[in-house]
């Protein structure tokens, strides 16, 4: 039913977790798909191989590409590949991210500044870039990445919730500032079993997460990832400035 053949997504940090799994299903789809990483160099192959197993005929070919979303020189050159290798782009997946412990009583600066800078101002410097080529696009979007903790907050991880509170008024803003040719939308997850959450999710932490879900289960980066193509697909053509959340209900009584 969703068949996006010859669409070209870009998902940053595509190399584990939620971005991975994203990468897996746009190829599933038929999209062309740049894997972006900053550590896990040999992931981003992985997914990268796995993918190019699973598309049989592509225009163009997917790519995986080292990148630091923090900084602005890198993103300006990894905007440039995009432009040689694919001559456009369809999509944008602001995925990259960080979750860092940061009470508020001991507050370091350097996490905080950490947090900011991969979570929002990535998110920021990367859309900017991908702008004029989106605008090429018959069909651009940008799908941001948030969390519950943007909603309701986040005890203890404050930081964390700013930046992702800042990325749905940031999804907001810039659905109606970049429409009508470029759609913005962002995905809220709650808690998704990935390397983010491996150790929260461990023993006592993890049935203290699910009763707190009403659909009782922990998210799979599978089911976000579905959340994601949605967005960027046909079916979600008259979709912008929306905050779709993938929490099994737990936003609504946290
Ligand atoms: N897991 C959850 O429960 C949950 C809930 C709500 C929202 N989210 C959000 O979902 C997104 C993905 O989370 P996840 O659980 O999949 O996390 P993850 O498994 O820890 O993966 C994080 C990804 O971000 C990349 N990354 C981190 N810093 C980067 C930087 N400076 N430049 C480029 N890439 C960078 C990593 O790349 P390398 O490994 O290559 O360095 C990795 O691919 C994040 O925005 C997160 O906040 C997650």
């Known amino acids: 039913m969703i068949d996006l053949a010859g669409y070209r997504v870009l998902v940053t940090g595509g190399s584990r977790g939620i971005g991975a799994a994203c990468c897996r299903l746009f190829a599933k789809a038929g999209a062309t798909v740049m894997v972006q990483y900053l550590a896990s160099g040999a992931r981003a192959k992985q997914v990268l191989d796995e993918i190019e197993r699973i598309s049989s005929q592509l225009h163009r070919p997917h790519r995986k590409v ?15 590949f995009v432009r040689r290798e694919w001559g456009g782009l369809d999509g944008l997946v602001n995925n990259a991210g960080v979750w860092i412990h940061d009470p508020l009583v001991d507050l370091d600066k350097t996490k905080l500044e950490a947090t900011l800078a991969v979570n929002v101002v990535g998110p920021f410097l990367c859309a900017r870039q991908a702008v004029p080529l989106l605008r090429e696009s018959h069909d651009g979007s940008i799908i941001n990445i948030s969390s519950t903790a943007g909603q309701r907050g986040e005890a203890f ?64 980066a599978e089911d976000i990832a579905g959340a994601v193509l949605f967005l960027a697909s046909p079916l979600a053509r008259h979709i912008t400035g929306e905050i779709l959340n993938v929490n099994g209900g737990s936003v609504l009584i946290g």
């Open 66 to 80: 080292h990148c630091d979303v923090t900084d602005h020189d890198q993103i300006e050159e990894l905007f440039a």
């Open 157 to 220: 991880y404050s930081p964390y919730a700013a930046s992702k509170g800042a990325m749905i008024s940031a999804t907001k803003s810039w659905s109606t500032e970049l429409a009508p040719q470029i759609r913005v939308n962002a995905v809220a997850p709650g808690w998704v079993d990935t390397d983010m959450t491996a150790e929260a999710l461990s023993g006592e932490g993890r049935a203290k997460a699910l009763a707190a879900i009403p659909l009782q289960r922990i998210a799979t």
